[in-house]
Structures are given as structure tokens and as C-alpha cells.
């Protein structure tokens, strides 16, 4: 059986909650108000209730701490994707996942922080992790068209998870054009007319 992004609330699919851990707790709700550049790590310390020392033998640096975060968020939202995807033929697989994906992302307050005041940041674009980020996307979104049933070549899964995960950053940072990524059902149709053709 499967189901569509609209059902997924009252599924337990976005019920799924970020990891909990008072360090990464401080430290989103520390992202969340100030961005990462702007963020401090003495008052995420003293948040989360730990010592400075304690924090910064665990994450050695903010980018760190914040790129454990990011990483932790997004294989919660992954694993969610993988719901809505069970079941799925592949051209469902793509529509239900972009569509849950946008959502998810453009509702989040640490994504909203970030995309406004760092752009440069999303999936890792114009980073020096950027390369890292892209390749850990692709392949996760790979996975889950795989679990969908795609019968095209490994090369040419990867190819269009890439393309996916590049568009959504490219959609979340620069929002002028003809879609307006906070209306699903314009997101769902976008994805049913221009994104289900790319797999088989």
C-alpha cells in the first residue's frame, strides 16, 4: 500500500522528530535564531547544559557541530521519504518524494534561516564540503527510486538523483520563476509534468 504526502501527517511520517540530544537540540534552536556564521558556541554550551570543554572535544569546531546537525536532520527526512516512496512505482516514487521533500524543507525553521541568510550553505553548495554533500544526497535519493522498482542502470540513477538533489537546492535558494515552491499542489503537479519522465 502506498501513500501520498497529504496522508503521510496522519501516518506517522512527519510525527518522525530530529534525533534527540541536548547538544543537537542547542545547537538547532542556536542555528534557528542566528544562522551558523552568527551562531556561538558558548551559548549552545550552556543550553545544552554541558561545559564548554565538553562540547568542543565532541565537535571541535561550529561547522562541525553544525554539519552533524544537518547530516542527523536530513536522514530523518530521508527516512520519511523512503515511507512515502514504499509501494510507489518509480514515477510515483518522484512525485510523492519531491513533493514531501519541499514541504518538509520550506516548513523547517532551521532550512528557512539558513536558505535566507546563507544560501550558500544548502545541500552544501559553494562549499568546501559541497562535493561531499551532493554525492551523500544522490545516493540516498538513488536508494530510495531504487526501492521503487527504477530498472535503469545504476550510472543513470545516480545521474537523476543528482539532478533531483541539485534542482531542490537550486529551487530553495533562488525562488523567481514559475514555481512557487510553498504550494504542494503546484509542487506536485511540477513533479507529475516535468521530473516522473526522468525514470523508468
Not at 142 to 162: F, I, K, N, Q, Y
Amino acid at each position: 500500500m502506498s501513500i501520498s504526502c497529504e496522508e503521510a501527517n496522519t501516518q506517522g511520517v512527519t510525527i518522525s522528530a530530529p534525533p534527540t540530544d541536548a547538544v543537537l537540540d542547542a545547537a538547532r534552536t542556536e542555528f534557528e535564531r542566528h544562522g551558523m556564521r552568527r551562531a556561538n558556541m558558548d551559548a549552545i554550551a550552556r543550553r545544552a547544559g554541558v561545559s564548554r570543554r565538553t562540547l568542543y572535544r565532541r565537535f571541535p569546531t561550529k561547522e562541525a557541530l553544525f554539519e552533524h546537525l544537518i547530516e542527523a536532520e536530513s536522514l530523518v527526512i530521508f527516512g520519511q521519504l523512503a515511507v512515502v516512496a514504499n509501494g510507489q512505482d518509480a514515477q510515483g516514487a518522484i512525485v510523492e518524494c519531491f513533493t514531501l521533500a519541499m514541504r518538509l524543507i520550506t516548513e523547517s525553521r532551521l532550512a528557512g534561516t539558513i536558505i535566507e541568510n546563507e544560501p550558500e550553505l544548502v545541500i552544501g553548495l559553494n562549499t568546501p564540503s559541497g562535493e561531499k554533500a551532493i554525492v551523500r544526497a544522490s545516493a540516498l535519493v538513488a536508494t530510495s527510486l531504487r526501492h521503487s522498482g527504477v530498472s535503469m542502470p545504476d550510472d543513470a540513477v545516480l545521474a537523476v538523483s543528482e539532478i533531483l538533489v541539485r534542482l531542490v537546492g537550486s529551487l530553495l535558494t533562488n525562488r523567481a520563476g514559475v514555481l512557487d515552491i510553498t504550494d504542494t499542489a503546484a509542487v506536485r503537479r511540477y513533479a507529475q509534468t516535468y521530473l516522473a519522465r526522468l525514470v523508468w
